[in-house]
C-alpha cells in the first residue's frame, strides 16, 4: 500500500455523522449524498450497518468509497428467472459510490482494505454496483482477487446519456426526420381520440409529493416492472427517498395526463447540471400511442426552454438499452455489477453459484442474439407479467 494514503473506516451512522464535513466537500452522484444515504441505511430491510472507507493522502481526505453491510442473495439467474438462491453477509457499495480523486492509488487501496475486512471475516463477499468498465476501481476489482475469489463472469451493460441542446430547434436537429414524425403523428393521434384533453405537467419540490407519488403508482402498478417485482412502489422506504430528494431540490417528475388520469411518467434527479433519469413507466392501455416517448419529448422541450440560470447540460439515462435511449443518447458506455469473495468454503460455492448462472445467461444471451430473438423473448415476458400487475392492481 501507497504509504502516502491512509485508509479509514466508518461503520456506524455515529461516525458517518462526524464525517459530514468531508463527504459534503466532495462532488458526488445523488445516490451517495449523504442524506439521501443515510436515509437508505435507516429504511431498507437487510441493511445490517454502514461501511464507508476515507482514504487520506498526507492526512487530507482524497476520497470516499460509499457502503454497506447487508444481506444479500447471491443468487442462480439466468435471464428474469431466479432458480436459487443463498444468503449472505455482503459489503455492497453503491452505484456511484466512489466519490474524489478516482485514482489508481485509491482505487487500489480501497480493495486492499476491502479484501482485509472479508479475510477478518466481516462479510461473505463484496459487491459493487455496476462499476464502469476501463476504470481502475473496475479493473482491479476484477484482476486484483485470487482465483477463488475473483468473479469470473461479470454482465456488461450499455449506460447512454445526451447532451442537451440548448432549444427546442436544435433538439430537432438532433433528432432523425422518423423520430419527429412518428413523435408528431402519435401525439396528434392521442388527442384526436381524447377530445384534446391531454396535459404534461412537471412537478418539483415538497408541495405536491403525496399527489406525485400517488399518481406514479397508479401507472406502476400496472407495468411489467412491478410483475417482477420491481421498478417503482409507493412503500415507506420509497417515500423516504423521495421526501429527501424533493427537499433537497432534486427531484423532478414528468406526468402524462389523459381525461384527467395519470397514464405515464418520468422520475429523474437534478443535480450539479445533469438531469439523472431514474423511475419510467405507462399504462400499457395507452400503448398504441407511445405515451413514454411522447412524455420525454414534451419535457425536453420544457428542459430546453428553461432560463440559463436553470440550465442542465446532459441527461443521463441510466443503464440497460431501450428503443428511446438509442435514439437520444449522444454518449454511450458499458459498466458491469463485480464480486468479490471471501477466502472462505462458504463464499467459494457462492462464487460457483453466482459463476454458473451467469455463465448460463451469458452463453444464452450469445446464442439468442445470433437468431436476433433477444428482444422477441423480452417483449413477450413483458406481455405475460403485464396482466400479473394490472390483477394485482385490481
Known amino acids: 500500500m501507497n504509504d502516502q494514503i491512509t485508509v479509514q473506516v466508518c461503520r456506524t451512522v455515529e461516525e458517518v455523522q462526524k464525517i459530514r464535513p468531508i463527504w459534503t466537500s466532495f462532488k458526488c452522484h445523488p445516490n451517495s449524498h449523504i442524506d439521501f444515504y443515510l436515509t437508505v441505511i435507516k429504511s431498507l430491510q437487510g441493511i445490517l450497518r454502514p461501511h464507508v472507507l476515507i482514504l487520506h493522502r498526507d492526512g487530507i481526505p482524497d476520497a470516499m468509497l460509499v457502503g454497506r453491510l447487508e444481506r444479500k442473495n447471491v443468487e442462480f439467474r439466468v435471464g428474469y428467472k431466479s432458480f436459487f438462491q443463498s444468503p449472505a453477509r455482503s459489503l455492497t457499495f453503491i452505484y456511484g459510490g466512489f466519490i474524489g480523486n478516482a485514482s489508481a492509488d485509491n482505487a487500489e487501496c480501497s480493495v486492499r482494505a476491502i479484501m482485509q475486512s472479508l479475510r477478518d471475516g466481516e462479510a461473505d463477499v463484496a459487491f459493487f454496483n455496476h462499476l464502469r468498465i476501463g476504470t481502475p476501481l473496475y479493473e482491479l476489482t476484477t484482476q486484483f482477487p485470487g482465483f477463488l475469489s475473483r468473479d469470473h463472469f461479470q454482465a456488461p451493460q450499455a449506460h447512454r446519456s445526451m447532451r442537451l441542446p440548448t432549444s427546442k430547434a436544435q433538439f430537432e436537429a438532433a433528432v432523425s426526420a422518423r423520430f419527429r414524425r412518428h413523435d408528431r403523428y402519435y401525439y396528434k393521434k392521442l388527442v384526436l381520440d381524447h377530445a384534446g384533453d391531454v ?7 415538497t408541495h405536491e409529493l403525496n399527489r406525485v407519488i400517488n399518481d406514479v403508482d397508479n401507472i406502476a402498478r400496472k407495468t411489467y416492472q412491478r410483475g417482477l417485482g420491481a421498478g417503482f412502489a ?17 427531484l423532478q417528475t414528468f406526468i402524462l395526463y389523459v381525461r384527467g388520469e395519470p397514464c405515464a411518467f418520468w422520475m429523474c434527479n437534478l443535480c450539479g447540471g445533469q438531469l439523472y433519469s431514474g423511475f419510467m413507466g405507462y399504462d400499457p392501455a395507452f400503448a398504441e400511442y407511445s405515451p413514454g416517448l411522447l412524455l420525454i419529448t414534451r419535457a425536453i422541450d420544457e428542459l430546453t426552454s428553461q432560463n440559463s440560470d436553470q440550465r442542465i447540460e446532459q441527461i443521463d439515462w441510466g443503464l440497460g438499452d431501450a428503443e428511446y435511449k438509442t435514439r437520444l443518447s449522444t454518449e454511450n458506455w458499458e459498466e458491469a455489477s463485480v464480486y468479490i469473495f471471501a477466502p472462505t468454503a462458504k463464499a467459494i460455492v ?14 444464452a444471451k450469445k446464442i439468442l442474439a445470433k437468431t436476433a430473438l433477444v428482444a422477441k423473448i423480452k417483449k413477450s ?3 405475460r407479467l403485464r396482466p400479473v400487475a394490472r390483477a394485482e392492481a385490481s
Open 199 to 205: 396535459q404534461v405537467r412537471h412537478f418539483s419540490g
Open 234 to 250: 409507493a412503500n415507506n422506504e420509497m417515500r423516504g427517498r423521495l421526501k429527501v430528494e424533493a427537499e433537497n431540490g432534486w
Open 350 to 363: 457462492l462464487n460457483l453459484l453466482h459463476g454458473g448462472g451467469a455463465a448460463i445467461d451469458g452463453a
Open 381 to 383: 415476458w413483458r406481455e
